[in-house]
């Protein structure tokens, strides 16, 4: 017998022995301390859910110990009726818990099938889902899935301050994959995700300054059809109109994807204190610390078109509290026709509808009347985003002051608006040594204005024809051909090249030693061209305008993206 076999391979055996048992000693405290806190949830009914599971098993040797509950079942309890059916959510599957052997939970997971009961209330809402896949999470979770802090949470006694100062954020993650949600009743498709995850870290990079890291990535996302709950059956509640808009279009909206990634500068330590401590303007009115939020990537697109936006605003005070904010957002857009179509079918739910919905005040029952006899007039309203192209819409500044005077200096670098149609863009700064002395330029630059002009008034007169459908003939009035030449033509008047008729144009308005210029003209000169315009527009739509409390009820009425006079 050689020297391995009679000494090594005999060491081993003691080792690898000694070792299980240590494996199982540590195991059993780590299962003991889980079963004690299960045990005093299933157990104690003050918290206001009652719990029960098929049976608890462990695992996971010679590594770390695995804890799996089997069919966990939670009921929560009405407080304020105790008879009534209580609202349940069961796990036809496990919830697995992985821990190191110094008992510390390193990952959670829920596998199988989910069910989530809401009874009837007395207005008949409720709902009944089942919900299927696998969930994941790698959090600091040993404090929020334990008996104390759930007893907590349900009596509203939690501690979010000192949660906040004592949660972990280092390399934690949420992952799921193939999750589908259902209606339970019928089996229909309410939302499914291929996969998704959502990763966070904090990184200290000082005693005065740290970073939170945030990251979310969800793949080919799809909306089924929401079963919207009513107030009664076989009636709408007026109020109930932007859940049938949004339940169709997010079923036309197809597979969805996203990623996200977000860094926030926040200070630390002591700073941070200061700031939970004594939240609001007192705390900015002593110090402004470096304080930043950086979107770096946030992409989405579906069947409606794709976009992307990134940027930043940062925040930060030096030793002479001189202050200074910057901000920057770049995004685009491009939209397909689907995008239209899909809010065409969504008007068109609202017609088929129309005859449940409950219309109490006059202008509601003029809405719905609208809906059902001007229908293409209320499509008209739909803008045609995919018409424009890629757009780009684009915002980067300074506001530069000190907080013991007025001296306050804005740098507007971009404020843009482009499309393939037409574009807009807006940039310049402007300096002030008091309250009143301002000096700096600022320039408008509009690529095919005319164009633009006539398609912001195109639309105004198709809101103006669907506010005639509802308040009846003629009530407003249309800007006619005349006045869109008199705008276009006021344009170029006001700009650098007033006798020039170029496409584009550009405007500057300057402030120096106390005297404004726009374009070539004066502030006299440009007030009597904007007077003169005015006079004009206002004798074509002020005659039928109403006053006072009949105009406040048509502004409740108008579509969110009617486009507003200045």
């Avoid at 819409?393 to 971009?414: A, I, M, Q």
């Avoid at 004066?522 to 739509?541: D, I, R, V, W, Y």
């Amino acid at each position: 017998m050689n020297k391995f076999t009679k000494i090594i391979l005999p060491l081993l055996v003691v080792l690898g022995l000694g070792y299980s048992g240590y494996w199982y000693f540590k195991s059993d405290e780590v299962e003991k301390k889980v079963r004690s806190d299960i045990e005093s949830l299933a157990s104690d009914r003050s918290h206001g859910f009652r719990f029960q599971y098929d049976k608890i098993e462990k695992s996971g040797f010679p590594t770390d110990v695995k804890i799996v509950v089997k069919n966990p079942q939670f009921k929560f309890l009405n407080p304020e009726n105790e008879s009534a059916k209580p609202a349940e959510l069961n796990i036809d599957g496990s919830m697995n818990y992985v821990y190191d052997l110094a008992g510390n939970l390193k990952s959670s997971e829920i596998k199988g099938k989910t069910h989530l009961i809401v009874p009837d209330d007395k207005e008949g809402r409720g709902f009944n889902v089942l919900v299927e896949g696998n969930l994941d999470f790698d959090l600091e979770t040993s404090k929020l899935l334990s008996y104390e802090f759930l007893n907590q949470l349900a009596k509203g006694t939690v501690d979010f301050d000192r949660l906040w100062r004592e949660q972990k954020f280092e390399n934690r993650y949420i992952k799921v994959d193939n999750i589908r949600v259902l209606n339970a009743d019928d089996n229909q498709l309410l939302l499914s995700i291929g996969h998704g995850a959502l990763k966070l870290d904090r990184k200290e990079e000082s005693d005065e300054h740290q970073k939170l890291f945030a990251s979310i990535n969800i793949k080919d996302l799809q909306y089924g059809k929401f079963t919207i709950p009513r107030i009664k059956e076989g009636e709408i509640a007026f109020e109930e109109i932007p859940n049938i808009l949004h339940e169709t279009l997010m079923a036309k909206s197809g597979k969805t994807n996203y990623d996200f990634e977000l860094v926030i500068d926040l200070p630390n330590g002591a700073i941070l204190r200061e700031f939970m401590d004594n939240p609001g303007l007192f705390a900015l009115a002593n110090r402004i610390p470096q304080v930043g939020i950086h979107l770096k990537k946030f992409d989405n697109d579906n069947s409606f078109g794709k976009s992307s936006a990134s940027g930043y605003i940062r925040a930060n005070e030096d030793d002479q509290k001189n202050v200074k904010i910057e901000t920057y957002f770049v995004s685009d857009y491009k939209y397909t026709p689907v995008l239209q179509e899909a809010l065409s079918a969504a008007v068109d739910a609202l017609k088929q509808n129309a005859s449940q919905i409950q219309a109490e005040t006059e202008e509601q029952k003029k809405f719905v009347d609208a809906l059902v006899n001007h229908t293409d007039d209320v499509k008209a309203l739909i803008p045609q985003f995919d018409r424009l192209g890629k757009m780009e819409l684009n915002k980067e500044g300074v506001l530069d002051f000190n907080k013991g005077s007025f001296r306050t200096n804005v740098t507007l670098k971009r404020l843009e608006f482009l499309s393939d149609l037409y574009s807009a863009k807006l940039n310049g700064d402007l300096f002030s040594q008091g309250a009143s002395n301002y000096t700096g330029e600022f320039h408008l630059n509009l690529i095919k204005y005319a164009a633009l002009v006539k398609d912001i008034a195109g639309y105004y007169n198709r809101v103006i024809v669907f506010l005639n459908d509802m308040q009846g003939p003629n009530s407003f009035n249309q800007i006619s051909e005349n006045n869109i030449e008199r705008i276009i033509t006021y344009l170029r008047d006001i700009s650098n090249e007033p006798k020039s008729d170029s496409r584009d144009l550009t405007i500057t308005s300057s402030y120096k030693d106390g005297e404004a210029k726009i374009g070539t003209l004066s502030l006299q000169e440009f007030a009597q061209k904007s007077t003169e315009l005015g006079n004009h527009l206002s004798q074509e739509l002020a005659p039928n305008l109403p006053e006072g409390d009949e105009l406040e009820k048509l502004e409740q009425l108008a579509p969110a993206n009617t486009p507003k006079s200045e």
